[in-house]
């Protein structure tokens, strides 16, 4: 079986993601790293991007969820994950990073960050 990863990282985006109502309010810069467990094989033989996880989508999805202020960022790793698997039928695994820039702690900290990691469920062999 094959285990290909296509990835984006460093997403970057102004959002309105915490749990404090002022950190919705004013938002914050965050980063976001998303890796898809596919295959390439289709595209390897090819040469043709439907066999393989078109990237701009993938940015568009990610930028949607983005745009939802939300008050943990656990939940929005959770809905990138589910909207990757619902996009993307050849995806068996995903991997999102989301990172807060300067959260709101008195210490100098350059970012907090969570890493959730989702294998598809009922995948067929």
């Known amino acids: 079986m094959n285990k290909d990863i296509v990835a984006l990282e460093g997403m970057e985006f102004y959002a309105f993601h915490g749990f404090y109502e002022e950190e919705r309010e004013k938002g914050n810069d965050f980063v976001v790293d998303v890796s898809l467990t ?3 094989q289709k595209a390897a033989d090819t040469d043709e991007l439907s066999g393989t996880v078109d990237y701009v989508q993938l940015h568009e999805l ?4 983005m745009e939802i202020p939300t008050k943990l960022l656990e939940r929005v790793a959770a809905r990138i994950i589910e909207k990757c698997f619902e996009k993307f039928d050849t995806v068996s695994g995903v991997k999102v990073s989301v ?25 067929a062999s």
């Open 38 to 40: 596919t295959t390439f």
């Open 99 to 123: 990172a807060k820039k300067n959260p709101p702690i008195d210490a100098p900290i350059r970012q907090s960050k969570i890493t959730m990691v989702r294998e598809r469920e009922n995948q």
């Open 62 to 65: 990610v930028k949607a969820e």
